[in-house]
Structure formats: C-alpha cells, structure tokens
C-alpha cells in the first residue's frame, strides 16, 4: 500500500475517540472582572489565602497591599518583574508563590517579612539572587530552579532555618563554603548545573537527608561524605564519577542510591551490605564489568535494580534468591548471552527488562516468574519462546520487538490480563489461532514479519485499537472477521500487497479495505452501514 495512504482511521460504525476542546483565554475585560473578583473575596471573606494566578498581571495590584492578614499569596503565571516596595504591610506573609513570571530582582523591603517561610521562584528570570533572599531569615523553603543562575553568594549560610533549597536547572558552577552552615538542611537539589566539585563543608549538614547532584560535570565527592549520617536518597547520577570514598558506607540510612551514567567500574567493598536499608539501587550506564556484591544477601531489601547499559556477561547463579522484595530489574543493553538458570527465585519481579542483549532462548524458568507484569525481550536473537510463557498469567506488556520468532506457541491464550503485544521485525509467518483468548489486547505490533494472512480469532480481540501490519511483504489477504473489532481506530498497511483484494479497493486505504471485507463477509448489514462524512477523513 502506498506510503500516501494515511495510517489513522475511524472505521465505520466503530466508536469515535471524542476532541478535547482547548479552554478560551480571558480577554482583557475578563480578566478585569475575576482580578475584582478574587480581591473582593479576599476582602469580604475570612480568608488567609489570596490566589491572583493566571492573570497577565504585570504588577501586584495596590489593592492587594491591604490585605494585612493574609498568610499565603500565589501569584503564578503572571508577567511580574518584581514585587512593589510596600509588599512589607503584608506582615503576616509565611508563603509566596511567584513561579512563572518574569522577576529579576526582589525590594530590599522584603527583609522586613520576618514571618516569611516559603519562597517559591521557581521559572523565573534571575540571573543573581537578590540580595534580600539572604536576609529573609525565616525561610525554611526556597525554590529558585529554572532560573539562569550562575553562583550562589557566601550570605546563603545566613540562612539559618533552611530546610529545602532547591537550585537544578541553573548555570550554577560552585557552592560556597558557607553551605555548611546550613545546619538545618534537609533537602539539597542542585540537579542540572555546571559543578565542577563540592565544597568540603557539605558534610557539615548534618541534617540533610536528600541530596540530589545528578546531571553535573563532578569527578568526585567529599571523601567525608559518610558523615552525614542521615541522608537518606543520594543521586549523583550523569556525572564524571570514577569512584566513591569508603565514608559512603557510614550513610546507613540510605535507601536511594542512584549512580548511573559515571565512569564507575565498581564500588566500594561491602557497599550493599552495609547500607542494608537500599531499597533501590541504580549503576546504570557505567562501566562494570560484573554484578556488584555478589552475596545474595546483599539484595534483600531491595526493590528496585537497575544494572543497564555496563558490560556485564553473567548473572550469577543464586544472586538473588535471597531478594524477596525485588520487583523491578533492568538488565538491558548488557552483554547477555544467557539468564541463569535458577529464574524461579526471581519470582516476585513484577517489572523484567533484557532488551538489547544477545540472548538466542529464553531458559524454561520463564514460567515461574508469576507476578511479572511487564517483560520487555526486545532487540536480541531469540528464536523460539518456550511453551511455559503460558504461566505467565498476570503479563499486561510483552515485547519482543527485533527478534528471530519464527512461531509463537499456542500457550500464549494463558496470558488473558496482556495489553499491549509488540512482535515487530522478527520471522512469523502466521499467528496461533489462541491469540483470540487475549480478551484485553488493546494494541498488537506485528510489523515487519512475513505474515500471509490473520488466523479468523483475530476478530475475537473485541478490546483491539491499534492494529500494526505494515511492511508484512507476503500479506495478500485480511479474514474477514477482523471487522467484529469494533474499538479498531489504527490500522497500519503500508507496505502490504493485499493481492487478493481487488487494486482498486486497496487504493482507497484501511477504510476501503474494511468496507469491502464487511461487504464480503457473513457480517454484513446494510442497515448498519455509516456513510463518511466530511470531517471522517483520514487524520495524521
């Protein structure tokens, strides 16, 4: 079919996905009207909250000045530049939600908010903090990511009742010294800058419990980083890591470690068995060569595992039969040539990942992992599934997209919960007729294989939405029963030559091609037949 034929189609009869209409903008009287109407709420009412979001204010209205009570004011979505001199009358003032706008700077009168805890200024325009952040020393809240800042001023460690300072996605380069100061800092996020290395004083934070640093240019981390004691999340994550210090296994309490994409070959010896509390655990993207600590009772705790993209070649055997508690494992883009063969103390995995690896079988262990429901096989060189994939039962995605399938075994009608099938690029030239049992399939991949035609159970799939064909070169004929899916609203025949259809019906794309097999099949119903009307045409 040629590539002009548009893939997207509402077939006749079949139910229409409804438009999403866009909200209308205010207009400037409008706006006039609901800023009249939320100040006159604030003044007639109780309340200590006052809301001017998405309003196009360019500055705070001076009506909102005398509004001495209020605790709270948002203002986001707004085109201020700055807050007027006198926002000090609102003495009572503990939270500010500036986010969105356009400031640049900030009154020196804001010193005079002494109630003032939260600061948020977040997507603004600040290329400096303005000075009178740093004598607002009540905050204990301060977002100033997505900003163009590019250092941080020693006067940060003024702020004495800091808890959460957030500054990703900055130009941030370094710390001051100062930052140590921050005795009561609970939550450090410098995600998204240029750092180039810590302060030493970092570790004086002996509060911090969250520190994130992923996405920085750093080669290494305090070596006294094992001093803060109650860090409980720690990313360091696309960075220039080569190492960690020994300190990092005094951070008992860690329960988030995420090292991925550094240039780390290994950890620190006993680095799982002494932080006991991980739950989950990323070296993704590095440069291992072998699973770190080996010990299976180093994984007992942990949930979540992520090893992809290093070098690994083996699973040991028995790395985690002790690890009741995993339910996620990423081990794609590896060098895989084959799983271990003791799969059944995998078995509470819900979420399995081997794509990109050179695994030619699947061991018949396969079948014990009951609670999997998500097993990604793609881009490998699997030949054959074997039969005990029917067990299991509680799959909802299956891909295998990129394989060398030949076949698929019939025990696939066991996996009734699957919704999502992705067989692209691989051998098939035929599906089992079982694949009707799979009640709640809403989208099947089969692409790019050597079909001839669609076993008639195809028209079983009565939750089927999207249908992928294309480019299945031995394709001549559709059953007529692919019509009883009655949710089908994509259907892909590119590159299909549907030989034994007649030209011109092809030439009229998915839509032609399902009215003629209505026409010609035992389905057919005048009376339920939908003439097109304009605005059915085919959609990209």
């Known amino acids: 079919m040629s590539s002009k034929h ?37 003044k007639e009412g109780q309340l200590t909250g006052l809301d001017l979001s998405n309003l196009v204010l360019r500055e ?37 939600g500036a986010a969105e706008n356009n400031i640049t700077d900030l009154p020196a009168e804001m010193a005079q908010l002494r109630k003032l805890e939260v600061l948020d200024l977040r997507h603004n325009k600040l290329t400096d903090i303005p000075a009178v952040i740093y004598r607002i020393t009540s905050l204990r809240k301060l977002f100033l990511n997505f900003n163009k800042l590019t250092s941080i001023a020693p006067e940060i460690g003024c702020l004495s009742e800091l808890r959460s300072l957030t500054l990703n ?10 930052i140590g100061d921050l005795s009561n800092l609970d939550l450090l996020d410098c995600a998204k800058n240029h750092l180039t290395e810590l302060p030493l004083t970092i570790v004086c934070c002996r509060s911090m419990s969250q520190l994130v640093l992923k996405y920085n ?17 720690l990313n360091l994550s696309g960075n220039k890591l080569v190492s960690l210090p020994e300190s990092i296994t005094q951070c008992t309490l860690l329960s988030d470690l ?18 006991s509390q991980i739950t989950s655990f990323s070296i993704s993207r590095n440069e291992f060569t072998a699973v770190p600590s080996t010990s299976p009772d180093c994984y007992k705790n942990i949930q979540v595992l992520n090893l992809q993209g290093n070098k ?47 695994l030619t079988s699947l061991p ?14 793609s881009f490998n060189a699997i030949e054959s599934l074997p039969v005990t994939i029917g067990g299991l039962t509680k799959v909802r995605v299956l891909d295998i997209e990129s394989n060398s399938l030949k076949s698929i075994p019939m025990e696939i009608e066991y996996m009734s919960l699957l919704e999502r099938l992705n067989l692209k690029d691989n051998q098939l030239a035929a599906l089992p007729p079982e694949i009707g049992y799979l009640s709640n399939l809403w989208d099947l991949n089969l692409s790019e294989n050597n079909l001839r035609t669609l076993p008639s159970e195809i028209g079983e799939l009565r939750s089927l939405q999207r249908l992928n064909l294309a480019s299945n070169t031995f394709l001549n004929m559709l059953p007529v029963e ?41 389905y057919f119903n005048r009376d339920m037949m939908v003439e097109f009307e304009e605005d059915d045409e085919l959609v990209l």
């Open 6 to 42: 548009v893939k997207f189609f509402p077939v006749p009869g079949f139910k229409k996905a409804p438009t999403v209409k866009k909200t209308p903008s205010f207009n400037k009287s409008d706006i006039r009207s609901e800023l009249s109407r939320r100040l006159e709420r604030c």
């Open 60 to 96: 705070l209205p001076s009506a909102t000045l005398h509004f001495k009570n209020i605790t709270e004011m948002f203002v986001y979505k707004n085109k201020l530049s700055t807050f007027p001199a006198e926002i000090y009358r609102l003495c009572n003032l503990r939270t500010i």
């Open 169 to 178: 996605d900055n130009r941030i380069t370094s710390l001051p010294d100062t």
């Open 217 to 233: 240019k750093l080669t290494e981390i305090p070596l006294r980083i094992g001093d803060l004691k109650r860090l409980c999340r």
């Open 258 to 275: 995420v090292l991925s994409e550094n240039k780390l070959s290994s950890v620190p010896v006993h680095l799982l068995q002494k932080l």
């Open 312 to 358: 690994i070649r083996i699973i040991p055997h028995g790395i985690f039969k002790k690890a009741p508690k995993l339910i996620k494992l990423n081990l794609s883009n590896m060098a895989l040539q084959m799983l271990p063969f003791d799969l059944e103390s995998w078995s509470g995995i819900v979420e399995l990942n081997i794509s990109n690896n050179s």
């Open 364 to 377: 018949d262990d396969i079948g014990h992992l009951t609670e999997l429901e998500t097993l990604c096989l």
């Open 482 to 522: 692919i019509i009883r899916c009655f949710l089908l609203n994509y259907l892909n025949l590119e590159h299909c030559p549907l030989y034994d259809i007649p030209a011109h019906v092809v030439q009229g794309g998915p839509q032609g091609v399902l009215i003629y097999l209505k026409e010609i099949g035992p």
